[in-house]
Nanobody, 115 residues
Framework: QVQLVESGGGLVQAGGSLRLSCAAS????????RAWYRQAPGKQRELVAS???????YYADSVKGRFTISRDNAKNTVYLQMHSLKPEDTAVYYC?????????WGQGTQVTVSS
């Protein structure tokens, strides 16, 4: 059984920074893909950033140059460093990992950016 524990969300003023963390636990983790999604009220969940096992990264256009996804394989943890935050970044952020072909989701962490 794979469990994901997210942390790092909170309230920040526009222009500020936050770092989200997502730690995975479970036996024999072979993680193929790690990603962060977000869902704002009344909107669909959207992919924010992802990092493949080989290290390739993807960013949504709306966060390019401001957010950075990274991982610590030894800790089975994926991070999302967010800078220059904007009110439109306000959402619940979810991490997702793919172990083999099976996806697992975190519980979500709220990020609120005030103007």
């Amino acid at each position: 059984q794979v469990q994901l524990v997210e942390s790092g969300g909170g309230l920040v003023q526009a222009g500020g920074s936050l770092r989200l963390s997502c730690a995975a636990s479970g036996s024999s983790l072979s993680i193929n893909n790690r990603a962060w999604y977000r869902q704002a009220p009344g909107k669909q969940r959207e992919l924010v950033a992802s990092i493949l096992s080989g290290g390739n990264t993807y960013y949504a256009d709306s966060v390019k140059g401001r957010f950075t996804i990274s991982r610590d394989n030894a800790k089975n943890t994926v991070y999302l460093q967010m800078h220059s935050l904007k009110p439109e970044d306000t959402a619940v952020y979810y991490c997702k990992i793919v172990v083999g072909i099976s996806p697992y989701w975190g519980q979500g962490t709220q990020v609120t950016v005030s103007s």
